[in-house]
């Protein structure tokens, strides 16, 4: 039952985090503030949420049922409330040609910008350490550090605080980045280093070191949560941002499989193995990062300055541009066969 409780709360997840932060997006009336207002909404629900269960699975009467009811009772409230809840406005896009009839659903899938090659090789490869590199800081790490006589679901809870918190702490500097590249490399920097530091908090059992490691892998969730999210709403055509955003999230996902992935590596290296090599694959995609980040500067021809921003919205003025003129001739042909229609004798 607890694998299908997870899968349903995994369902959950995918349908509203597009949704929601798309729709945070649109009754935003700029960027900084929709980016900001969705990597908080984010953060207060992985961060508090974790938090409140530990609390209650360590000092609580009863710690297999009483974590799961504040959840059953935020979630029955927060259903209530967006019954009413209006649709968003994205009063921040040009206008543009809303489809009708059958155009409404021609849409291709994937979105047009998640078929680009900068999505794949800009956006794609930092996605996973957004929620891998919590997964580290708050279940792998508190179990590598205690024995099972002295496992504490308060010391989880206490390392999800110090995660978060520098999470939220590095979000406004995130977003004062000109370069969202750079902010990618500098979360990959960040868990590179969080796993360097687990790998002596490992050795060691030492619950100091993981907490130190902790706040590296939090700044790293910060940085390449709100550049993926910048990245996305940039790429992304106002009919397809909310899609966009779905399949962002989709990748990043992959992320809360780092769990698995140190238990594998564990089983063949050891524990300080599994975290060795984590580092090194982490420190290689930042060094890959890095490298398209200068080869995109060199190619603006530019030293300086935002060349991520600038292909972006290329890429998304040429998505939106395609994709009015697909609205265009499909309504066109629609409006030609109906006069057509209307003009051709009835047969008596």
Known sequence: MIAVG????????????????????????????????????????????????????????????????????IGTAAAAVLAGTPEGAASRSPARVRPVGSAATARRWPPAAVRTRQFWLAVAPGS?????????AIVV????????????????????????????AVQSFARRLRDMLASVVAGLVCAAAGCAVGIAAVASADRFLAGVAAVFLGLAYGLCLVSGLRQA??????????????????????????????AGLGALAGKTGAFVALTAIIAALALWTAGYAASLRRSSGRPEGDANVRWSRRNRDSVSRKVT??????????FLAERVRAFRPRSR
């Open 6 to 73: 997870r899968a349903l709360a995994g369902l959950c997840s995918g349908v509203v985090f597009g949704a929601a932060t798309a729709w945070v997006q649109e009754v935003s009336p700029d960027e900084g503030l929709s980016v900001r207002r969705s990597a908080l909404a984010l953060t207060a629900g992985f961060g508090l949420g974790p938090v409140v269960a530990a609390g209650l699975a360590q000092w609580a009467s009863d710690p297999l049922v009483v974590p799961y009811l504040p959840h059953l009772v």
């Open 128 to 136: 996973p350490l957004v929620f891998g590199s919590v997964a580290l």
């Open 141 to 168: 790490l508190p179990e590598e550090v205690t024995s099972a006589r002295t496992l504490s679901a308060g010391f989880a809870g206490v390392m999800t605080v110090i995660s978060f918190a520098a999470g939220v």
């Open 233 to 262: 709403e940039h790429m992304a055509s106002p009919d397809e941002r909310g899609a966009v955003i779905a399949c962002y999230y989709a990748v990043a996902y992959l992320g809360f499989a780092v769990p698995y992935l140190v």
């Open 325 to 334: 003129a697909r609205i265009v001739r499909d309504n066109l042909k629609s």
